[in-house]
């Protein structure tokens, strides 16, 4: 049975949840000091899109059980569609519960940490203690970061060593199909100094009751160190989700991000890298598809802190049907960030008379000597263009297919991680059918 915003009641179930997994004093008291102050915060303001009457709160607190198997032809089909070939690295969870485990050798002989939070706060507590809710997103921002520190579950640990490199990718499946379910989620990225790793999650759900997401990553790369992080959202039309993914980057460091923002339910999605460190980089590239009567709001923002910084954003979306988005791209050069370079691109094509779209682009320059540039536009499907193509005998659907797919190319081919490309491909195809 869903349970609304109760202080009591929520206090009680952080204490039960942080008992049960035997959760060392600092942890316990993070979720405590979170949860007494959720009815206080405020939600978060996305511009131009009023998220007061979605559900964020309201969710059962009942557990289900899920099972743990040893071999991925156990998970479910839709799991299993989910995971790459011959893949060595792989953390499956369910409803927040890790079912499948698989992770190789040579990244302990490394020194490379990847496993499930719950299993990094009983085996490396103080190692996690320094970065999660500390600089990259504080607990208490809001009353959804709040809610997250009080009840994340589900999520990972990965902390890569100074000087390692991590060349196979390290892959998560996260799905919800708990009815009335609440997915709580963190992710926590250490790359240390001249180190480098690549990380691709997804996230899946099935289920005919509303349901709702709250999923936190935070990134942390080193001097001189890569980290490539992709993302495939693929969660139905009864999740409402609230996903936020930050970075900070250190000197000459470089932080990629190719994000498939493929839900079905109303989404707030937020993108925020700050530059730290002089010659550090951030690419974001992102793509969605609205449909239905789905609303969303997606913001990416860089800021430029250090030196010869540079930031580049590259979003595409279509929306049928009644669906709307709100496209926000932000690109902030602060003060003394001499010689960074900002340049942004957000395009929306809508494809009939209900769809809505809006592209915001903004740059914030508070420095001389940078160069900052930004395009956007938002327009209906060329009718022209459906003419040629149902001229030559493709039925009208057919063609309108083909013209996502032309629209979104190119943003998915230049997307770093070749897995993200595929299971993007295929996320597009089934909501374009």
């Known amino acids: 049975m869903p349970v609304e915003t109760n202080v009591q009641v929520w206090q009680d179930a952080v204490q039960t949840l942080s008992n049960e997994l035997n959760e060392p004093k600092w942890l316990n008291e993070l979720r405590i000091n979170a949860v007494s102050q959720v009815e206080s915060l405020e939600l978060p303001k996305p511009d131009k ?56 050798d040579e990244l302990a002989k490394q020194g490379v940490i990847f496993t499930d939070l719950r299993t990094a706060v009983q085996e490396h507590a ?31 640990f990965v902390y890569v060593p100074r000087n390692v490199e991590v060349e196979l990718p390290l892959q998560a499946v996260y799905a919800q199909n708990q009815a009335d379910g609440g997915l709580f989620n963190h992710v926590v990225i250490v790359a240390e100094d001249n180190s480098s790793v690549t990380y691709v999650e997804n996230y899946s759900s099935t289920g005919d009751k509303a349901s709702l997401a709250n999923i936190i990553a935070e990134v942390h790369v080193g001097a001189n160190a890569r980290v490539s992080f992709g993302a495939v959202d693929n969660l139905d039309d009864q999740v409402t989700s609230y996903i936020v993914r930050r970075g900070h980057v250190a000197r000459d460091g470089r932080l990629e991000w190719a994000l498939g923002l493929m839900n079905n339910g ?32 997606i913001t990416t923002t860089i800021f430029h802190h250090g030196k010869n910084s540079d930031g580049q954003i590259l979003k595409h979306g279509v929306m049928k049907e009644s669906a709307s988005t709100i496209f926000n791209g932000i690109s902030k050069i602060e003060h003394g960030a001499s010689k ?63 013209v996502i797919h032309g629209f979104l190319a190119p943003v998915v081919n230049e997307l770093p991680i070749d897995s993200v490309k595929e299971r993007l491909r295929e996320a597009i195809e089934r909501k374009v059918k």
């Not at 996690?128 to 208490?140: A, N, P, Q, R």
């Not at 536009?377 to 659907?397: A, E, T």
């Open 49 to 104: 899109t009023k998220i007061e009457k979605w559900n964020f709160t309201s969710f059962t607190h009942e557990l289900v059980e899920n099972k743990v198997v040893t071999s991925l032809d156990a998970l479910p089909e839709s799991i299993q569609a989910l995971i790459e070939k011959d893949v060595q690295n792989v953390i499956v969870q369910e409803n927040g519960d890790t079912t499948f485990s698989k992770v190789s």
């Open 126 to 156: 103080d190692l996690l203690k320094k970065y999660l809710f500390t600089e990259v997103v504080d607990s208490t921002e809001n009353r959804l970061t709040a809610i997250n520190a009080a009840l994340m579950a589900g999520g990972v």
């Open 266 to 297: 109303n989404t707030v999605a937020e993108n925020t890298t700050h530059l730290i460190g002089d010659g550090s980089t951030a690419d974001t590239k992102s793509v969605t598809v609205g449909t239905g009567s789905q609303k969303q709001n």
């Open 340 to 402: 960074s370079n900002g340049e942004q691109t957000e395009r929306i094509l809508m494809l009939s008379e209900k769809a809505r779209g809006d592209a915001n682009p903004i740059l914030l320059i508070d420095e001389d000597d940078v160069t900052a540039g930004h395009a956007a536009s938002v327009g209906r499907i060329d009718p022209l263009q459906m003419f040629y193509l149902m001229s030559r005998g493709i039925p009208r659907k057919e063609a309108e297919r083909l």
